[in-house]
């Protein structure tokens, strides 16, 4: 079984400035996707930004951009220029890749989250 | 479009009494998944369909729990009888086969259910 571990549960950060927030994982598996999503308020999940494991080059979305380390299972976010929108819960989620296409399910393990509090 | 739609938004019970969520998801997806989130636990996957069928109920706390899906636009999740440890957020989430790519779930603003 798969699991993904936050060891922040809470970060604050100034207005425009970079907070990056870590995520370890533990699988044995070779392909898989890598997700962090965000849950503001409102408390509805969105997705941030994802990873494939087999792509070296870490993915990067407008402000936010992930540190992918394959070999030491390390998946961190960083949230540069930060908003006063951003301010939200954080999850990172790994989705393993099914040997066979039929049996794809998105079925998704999450961590156990990190506040993020940005300050003006 | 709409997105994956889910009510009641709040739910107050007393312990003993049944509840039952809905959701409607994406239309065209043919996953679904239910989710529970708890402070203690965080978010965990309950259950999850595809194409209406049941595919992994591991999740499901106990035999209180039950979901179905009877058509590919509408599923419930029912607790009988409840419990007030059962006080959580569930979330409903869908995807499509075709975001299997880029596995994303689109997830609804979830059903705050409170047992007295």
């Known amino acids: 079984a798969q699991t993904v571990t936050q060891s922040q549960p809470e970060m604050s950060v100034q207005e425009a400035e970079t907070v990056t927030l870590s995520c370890t994982y533990d699988?044995?598996?070779?392909?898989?996707?890598l997700f962090w999503y965000k849950q503001p308020p409102s408390r509805q999940m969105i997705l941030v930004i994802r990873q494939e494991a087999y792509k070296q080059q870490n993915a990067t979305e407008n402000r936010f951009s992930v540190n992918f380390q394959k070999a030491a299972k390390s998946f961190s976010l960083k949230i540069s220029d930060s908003q006063l929108g951003d301010t939200a819960m954080y999850f990172c989620a790994f989705m393993k890749l099914p040997l066979m296409i039929k049996a794809a399910g998105n079925k998704l393990t999450f961590g156990g989250g990190t506040r993020v509090l940005v300050k003006p | 479009d709409a997105g994956v739609i889910q009510s009641p938004r709040h739910e107050v019970t007393e312990m003993g009494q049944e509840v039952t969520l809905r959701c409607k998801p994406i239309s065209g997806h043919d996953y679904l998944f239910w989710y529970r989130q708890t402070m203690m636990r965080g978010l965990e996957l309950l259950i999850y369909?595809?194409?209406?069928?049941?595919?992994?109920d591991s999740g499901m706390p106990e035999d209180r729990f039950s979901a179905k899906m009877p058509n590919a636009s509408f599923s419930t999740l029912k607790i009988q009888p409840s419990e007030p440890r059962d006080s959580a957020v569930y979330f409903c989430?869908?995807?499509?086969?075709?975001?299997?790519?880029?596995?994303?779930?689109?997830f609804g603003e979830g059903s705050r259910l409170t047992v007295l």
């Open positions: 369909f595809n194409n209406n069928v049941p595919i992994d």
């Open positions: 699988t044995s598996e070779s392909n898989y996707y």
């Open positions: 989430a869908s995807s499509s086969r075709s975001n299997r790519g880029t596995g994303e779930l689109f």
